[in-house]
């Protein structure tokens, strides 16, 4: 059984996307109900509801039903594979500006009667950690201009905006002008969550000389669940420009301490109830 439990109820769908993100792309994307439903049990979450959601995602487009070998199972779509291919990086890999890599804008126009794909960009933009500058004006570090322009393709919304590289000129205090652009309070606020609730689990996970392949993959997925939003709230805003004693070193080192120690053991476990 896991060690520890989230303390906020967590989204079996949620869950599912994790599992199916880590474990299901080795194995061409499918994975079979039985062995979803086993390992959704080691995170507490009963056969009923990893049915429901799983019909939930299908619905949304991020499954598709699928039969291999004669077994009843699930795929990811073409889309939530790219989603998850983007998502890797950034979670992952945590890229983060330097002062002197400049800056992309992200300029965009919709007219009044597709106001709706304006909605679906400030959220888009603001998923990708862009910052809002103005009316139609948005600004992230130079190292999402690839993310964003593939992104925006994507979901068909490129036509609407326009990408600029850009550098400061005359700023007097930049880093006052970029608490303006962004929710620095917010997202400090979020990985000190993280660290308060994750970390008493990594000094638990250090202090053990044995690691349990179940309890290991229960926890595993659970920090992985919570930490893979983090990463899209935080542009990754060169060092000089947060505030002091920013939250998202310590939150990244709590994460990356725990997926060391467990992540092998996790992959074992799902192994086993592959059945190999």
Request: no cysteine; glycine share 6%; aromatic share 10%.
């Amino acid at each position: 059984m896991p060690t520890t439990s989230p303390q906020r109820p967590v989204q079996p769908r949620s869950l599912i996307v994790t599992i199916y993100g880590s474990y299901a792309r080795e194995a061409g994307g499918w994975m079979s109900v039985a062995t979803l439903i086993r390992l959704m049990d080691a995170l507490g979450v009963d056969e009923p509801a990893v049915r429901s959601s799983t019909s939930r995602l299908k619905r949304r487009g991020i499954l598709e039903a699928a039969r291999v070998d004669g077994a009843a199972g699930y795929a990811l779509s073409e889309r939530a594979r790219a989603i998850l291919t983007e998502g890797d990086r950034r979670i992952f890999a945590r890229p983060t500006a330097t002062m002197g890599e400049g800056w992309v804008l992200a300029v965009f126009s919709v007219p009044e009667a597709e106001r709706a794909k304006r909605h679906t960009l400030r959220s888009r933009l603001s998923w990708l950690g862009f910052g809002n500058v103005a009316p139609g004006v948005w600004i992230a570090p130079a190292h999402l201009a690839d993310e964003t322009s593939d992104v925006l393709a994507r979901l068909g919304l490129l036509p609407y905006v326009d990408l600029f590289t850009a550098r400061p000129v005359a700023v007097d205090d930049l880093r006052a002008e970029v608490a303006r652009w962004w929710d620095l309070d917010q997202i400090q606020d979020s990985y000190a969550a993280y660290v308060r609730r994750w970390q008493p689990m990594a000094s638990a996970w250090a202090r053990r000389r044995r690691v349990e392949a179940e309890s290991a993959f229960a926890d595993y997925v659970q920090t992985l669940n919570a930490w893979r939003r983090l990463p899209y709230l935080d542009p990754g805003l060169p060092p000089e420009l947060l505030p002091p004693g920013w939250q998202g070193t310590e939150a990244a080192e709590v994460f990356f301490a725990l997926r060391e120690r467990l992540a092998a053991s996790a992959h074992d476990h799902v192994v086993e109830v592959r059945g190999g």
